[in-house]
């Protein structure tokens, strides 16, 4: 009850699943957005059917929310037009919505590929310039960027995100430096909603993998330290595909095939 009314779009997905069981104790009602059909299952949840992409719907969706944790959109590398429908004008529309009916934290979902072209030899920071791996990861730059405009021009406060790869288990060789756990993902997802005096911040939310390529620091200014560690599941993962230090940290989807394809 803590965390007043928050508003979680993209509920339906993976992520959204797990982030919906995990504040349902925690908020006092929590608005459940998707273009598909989700099923209440709970006294406190409300469920509604929206495009993202409704700027009029998505308003009205978020009136009286505290918060609103933006997971929905398009989640891997596809068409540039479906990339600027879901996530640069839908986040535009959640931006816009929760400036006009003063929602006091947005959270939105950015990244890890908003980076994938440093090599695995570098450990990136939230400062370091992007180097997107693919056109998802130039939409999320975008993202961010309509975050950081809010916050500068609007005083929204604006977390985003950089998520690694959520899975319940790593079962790649990647992962061992990419993992965001679901206990971890649901740690950064309740730092960012109550966080105090932030006007804007951009963390990597992913596990404490000891072979990770990016920085917690801010992760941890933001309150949450992640607990698990890929290593523990390195012996059940086939050793083939192993990086050289210059390969980049997005592995197959930074090869030109992988936006080719579209
Ligand atoms: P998902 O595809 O499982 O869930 C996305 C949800 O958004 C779906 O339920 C879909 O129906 C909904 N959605 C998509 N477009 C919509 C629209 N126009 N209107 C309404 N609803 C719409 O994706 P997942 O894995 O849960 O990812 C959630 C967010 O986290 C995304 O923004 C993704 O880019 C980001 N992310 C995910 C990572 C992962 O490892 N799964 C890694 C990095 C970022």
Redesign the pocket.
């Known amino acids: 009850t803590g965390l007043g009314t928050v508003v979680v779009?993209?509920?339906?997905?993976?992520?959204?699943s797990v982030v919906r069981a995990g504040l349902r104790g925690e908020a006092e009602r929590l608005v459940l957005?998707?273009?598909?059909g989700l099923a209440r299952q709970s006294p406190t949840e409300e469920v509604r059917q929206?495009?993202?992409?409704d700027a009029e719907a998505v308003t009205a969706a978020l009136e009286g929310a505290d918060a609103v944790v933006h997971?929905?959109?398009?989640?891997d590398e596809a068409p540039l037009s479906d990339l600027l429908d879901?996530n640069v004008r839908?986040t535009h529309n959640v931006l816009e919505g929760a400036r006009r009916q003063g929602v006091g934290r947005v959270v939105l979902?950015?990244?890890?590929?908003l980076t994938g072209f440093y090599p695995v030899s570098t450990t990136v920071t939230p400062e370091m310039p992007p180097r997107p791996d693919g056109l998802y990861g130039v939409s999320?730059v975008a993202v961010e960027a309509l975050g950081r405009l809010y916050a500068d021009k609007f005083n929204l406060s604006v977390v985003c995100l950089r998520?690694?790869?959520?899975?319940d288990v790593p079962t790649e060789r990647r992962h061992l430096a990419t993992w965001?756990s679901p206990r971890d993902c649901l740690g950064f997802v309740r730092a960012a909603l109550t966080a105090s005096d932030i006007n804007f911040a951009a963390v990597y939310a992913v596990s404490a993998n000891k072979r990770r390529f990016w920085d917690i620091e801010a992760g941890a200014a933001l309150g949450y330290t992640p607990v698990d560690d890929a290593e523990v599941f390195a012996p059940r993962i086939p050793p083939e595909g192993d990086a050289a230090e210059h390969d980049p940290q997005g592995g197959v989807y930074a090869s030109p095939e992988y936006t080719l394809r579209y």
């Open positions: 779009t993209g509920a339906a997905g993976q992520i959204g957005l998707d273009r598909v929206l495009d993202l992409r997971l929905g959109g398009v989640p879901g839908g979902a950015s990244s890890n590929r999320k998520i690694g790869s959520f899975e965001l």
